[in-house]
């Protein structure tokens, strides 16, 4: 049986175990870094010797780094819905996949996220915090404009390609921070919500991790 590790209030940990539930797959959850520990473990550290959560082993494959794990999991169980064999068509999924680990979570995960939300007030960078809503603002209207006439990010189709920017939407939506107006993209986080694995995953509540540096 697949088996993942990660806490539940990782954002990493989040796309893996959506997407999971999304493909209906059965599997075992661990509870794994933060205040649960595990990671500095030598079993763990033989799995990721990076240390960080998610990973997951399917049967003797062993994974990490999420976005590799999306990847591994749409080819090995989403052949034909979520994984196609047409080069073309998963270089457009993959380059907003992409996008969301190099522009977007730098600029709101660790610029707003960690930068505002995590971060202990006395100790917080406002210029910085205020360059990353900048940044996060001005990639907020290119999804606006991306999503105008579409259900998802691929079109009429849920894809691989809602995931890891999806993820964002709950917490981006609910930190306290300026965000501008973006109807496109709330119509698609409404219909996000629908979906009942966005919301066992993603739709946790994230309270813990305020002004919270230690994990
Ligand atoms: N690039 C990695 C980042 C992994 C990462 O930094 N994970 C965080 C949680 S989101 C972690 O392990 N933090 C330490 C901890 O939870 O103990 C990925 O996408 O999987």
């Given at each position: 049986m697949l088996t993942i590790w990660g806490r539940r209030s990782s954002f990493n940990l989040q796309k893996v175990m959506w997407f999971t539930?999304?493909?209906?797959?059965?599997?075992?959850?661990?509870?794994?870094?933060?205040?649960?520990?595990?990671?500095?473990?030598?079993?763990f550290r033989a799995m990721n010797p990076h240390g960080r959560v998610p990973v997951i082993?399917?049967?003797?494959?062993?994974?990490?780094?999420?976005?590799?794990?999306?990847?591994?999991?749409?080819?090995r169980y989403g052949r034909g819905t979520f994984w196609s064999d047409d080069p073309a068509e998963r270089a457009h999924t993959g380059q907003w996949m992409d996008w969301s680990q190099t522009a977007l979570?730098?600029?709101?995960?660790?610029?707003?996220?960690?930068?505002?939300?995590?971060?202990?007030?006395?100790?917080?960078?406002?210029t910085a915090i205020k360059r990353s809503i900048e940044r996060c603002t001005r990639h907020f209207r290119l999804l606006d404009d991306h999503l105008a006439g579409k259900a998802f990010m691929r079109g009429d189709a849920f894809s691989l390609a809602d995931i890891p920017i999806g993820t964002h939407l709950?917490?981006?939506?609910?930190?306290?921070?300026?965000?501008?107006?973006?109807?496109?993209?709330?119509?698609?986080?409404?219909?996000?919500?629908?979906?009942?694995?966005?919301?066992a995953h993603v739709m946790i509540p994230f309270g813990e991790l305020y002004g919270r540096l230690a994990f």
């Amino acid at each position: 049986m697949l088996t993942i590790w990660g806490r539940r209030s990782s954002f990493n940990l989040q796309k893996v175990m959506w997407f999971t539930a999304e493909l209906g797959i059965a599997h075992r959850h661990i509870e794994a870094g933060g205040d649960f520990g595990l990671t500095d473990t030598p079993e763990f550290r033989a799995m990721n010797p990076h240390g960080r959560v998610p990973v997951i082993d399917d049967e003797g494959t062993i994974v990490w780094e999420s976005q590799t794990i999306l990847r591994y999991l749409a080819a090995r169980y989403g052949r034909g819905t979520f994984w196609s064999d047409d080069p073309a068509e998963r270089a457009h999924t993959g380059q907003w996949m992409d996008w969301s680990q190099t522009a977007l979570q730098p600029d709101f995960l660790l610029g707003i996220f960690w930068g505002f939300y995590r971060t202990p007030q006395a100790q917080r960078n406002e210029t910085a915090i205020k360059r990353s809503i900048e940044r996060c603002t001005r990639h907020f209207r290119l999804l606006d404009d991306h999503l105008a006439g579409k259900a998802f990010m691929r079109g009429d189709a849920f894809s691989l390609a809602d995931i890891p920017i999806g993820t964002h939407l709950y917490r981006y939506f609910n930190v306290e921070i300026e965000r501008p107006a973006v109807p496109n993209v709330e119509a698609w986080y409404r219909r996000l919500q629908e979906r009942p694995a966005y919301r066992a995953h993603v739709m946790i509540p994230f309270g813990e991790l305020y002004g919270r540096l230690a994990f």
